[in-house]
């Protein structure tokens, strides 16, 4: 009975809470929708780097919320023919971001809006979208969904090297997320978390799986900013695509989401902001490999954490608060792997650095990436390769691992995004992933050419058509090269 009384006493609270709440007792009604009513408004530098051009409404600080799409995981540093498990596929999504002049997606941290709204604490602000994925390619690909590179035809496993077009419809992109405002205990500090969740994991066509894209929290002390959780790389902080699925992973777009503790500091100087932040993560997250196959992650053995750190300068080119900055950084990411098996007992290490740069005026925005590295495939680079070890027989006909290497490989993409009117947008990319000393049959070349369009016809509806090219070169004799033409149309209510 006490329970009862217990439950009715909480339900009586939350009752004339949420009333009080939507009367807007305390609060000025109308204050809520103003960008960052009192408190919150500075948020100004968000700590999460980059952030920068994002979408509107939050005052520069946050990150923009990223309309990412991202890929999947899987990071098959199979041979050709192994696509990458449709588990582990994920593919991502692009999605997010509603407004069609929403610059693209960086890969910086996933913002956390500004909960409108008063003073009640924590303060919950959902959001997502559902969406519908129609895509036709001309050859078969890594991964249906998330593209990735495409298959050689001399691998697809059917009789014949003629080209095998494939179909896939898919609603995996939805996507569903929460900011909170947890807390500000002090004028400067604020604390907040973010969880976000789509489909992009395994399970059948019919029963997907969720997935985890974001998920911590993060304290903000003025320009300080100190985050714990899963969300994107530190590092290569730009994404190639946009609201389409593709990010173009291992086709020149390097960064994915990973375990993080991070620090950031982002002064400003009139116009100008610095951004300057390191990370602890982990290695090995993202492709799973095992080279050695001793059932633990080689990333994991390595028994370290990689560091990640990122400096950027922001300048704002337009007047008003919603003007997006031109960025311009460099970042890297330094891990390691660990192999044990045979005659090898050697730590390879995961290195990228990485240049990047976004101008937006007026209606333009550019975007390019570039990427010098090795044992990428962890980072989605590589091609999805990452060491190459040379195998040997032993007398009873056992294989083994010989020597393994690391493969270096450096690449990057180029984005115009055009944004004429408030119901079209269209996209030109172009991007390459060029890994070096792949055995034959490996991947040794991915370009790809991205063309996409989304007409927003009202104002929770967006409709986009796509066209992407993948030309992926394979290495050895009788490794016929692929390209495959990739047809997608979506359609995606954000709420
Ligand atoms: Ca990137
Ligand atoms: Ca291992």
């Not at 596929?89 to 500004?114: F, H, K, N, Q, Y």
């Amino acid at each position: 009975m006490r329970s009862y009384v217990f439950t009715y006493a909480m339900l009586a609270t939350i009752f004339a809470a949420v009333s009080a709440a939507a009367q807007g007792t305390g609060t000025p009604p109308g204050a809520a929708p103003a960008a960052g009513s009192g408190t919150q408004p500075a948020a100004p530098a968000a700590p999460a780097a980059p952030a920068a051009a994002q979408p509107a409404g939050a005052p520069a600080a946050e990150a923009a919320p990223p309309a990412e799409s991202e890929p999947p995981e899987a990071a098959p540093e199979a041979r050709p023919e192994a696509p990458p498990a449709v588990s582990d596929a994920e593919a991502r999504t692009a999605g997010a971001s509603v407004d069609l002049a929403t610059p693209l997606p960086l890969a910086v941290t996933p913002p956390i809006s500004a909960p409108e709204a008063a003073k009640t604490y924590p303060s919950f602000k959902f959001y997502g979208h559902a969406r519908l994925d129609m895509t036709y390619a001309t050859q078969r690909m890594a991964h249906h969904q998330l593209g990735l590179w495409a298959q050689s035809p001399t691998a697809t496993g059917v009789a014949g090297p003629e080209d095998k077009p494939e179909l896939t419809i898919y609603p995996r992109w939805s996507r569903l997320g929460v900011d909170v405002l947890v807390a500000e205990p002090d004028e400067d500090v604020k604390i907040t978390a973010k969880v976000e969740i789509d489909f992009v994991n395994g399970g059948s066509e019919s029963r997907e799986v969720p997935r985890m894209r974001h998920a911590y929290g993060q304290i903000e002390f003025g320009d300080l900013a100190i985050l714990g959780g899963q969300t994107w790389d530190l590092f290569a902080p730009l994404i190639y695509g946009g609201m389409e699925q593709a990010i173009f992973w291992y086709g020149g777009n390097l960064g994915d989401r990973r375990p993080q503790l991070r620090a950031t500091l982002s002064p400003s100087f009139g116009d100008a902001r610095l951004v300057l932040a390191g990370a602890l993560a982990q290695s090995g997250p993202v492709d799973m490999a095992d080279v050695d196959g001793d059932s633990v992650n080689d990333g994991m053995a390595s028994a370290r954490p990689a560091m990640q750190g990122l400096a950027e300068l922001q300048i704002k080119l337009g007047a008003g608060e919603d003007a997006k900055p031109l960025r311009v950084g460099a970042s890297f990411h330094s891990g390691a792997k660990k192999i044990v098996v045979d005659g090898i007992d050697e730590e390879f290490p995961v290195l990228a650095g990485v240049a990047h740069l976004e101008v937006p005026v007026s209606i333009i925005t550019l975007r390019a990436e570039g990427f010098l590295g090795e044992n990428l495939d962890d980072l989605r680079g590589g091609v999805g390769q990452g060491i190459e070890t040379t195998m040997g027989v032993d007398a009873d006909g056992e294989a083994y691992i010989v020597d393994a290497k690391t493969i270096p490989a450096k690449g990057g993409f180029i984005q115009l995004q055009v944004d004429p009117i408030a119901w079209y947008s269209v996209q030109l990319g172009a991007g390459v992933d060029n890994p070096k000393g792949v055995n034959p049959g490996g991947r040794g070349l991915n370009q790809t050419v991205h063309f996409g369009n989304a007409f927003k016809p009202y104002e929770h509806l967006i409709i986009g058509a796509v066209y992407d090219y993948y030309h992926t070169t394979y290495v050895g004799e009788g490794w016929e090269d692929a390209n495959s033409h990739r047809l997608t149309a979506y359609t995606m209510v954000p709420f």
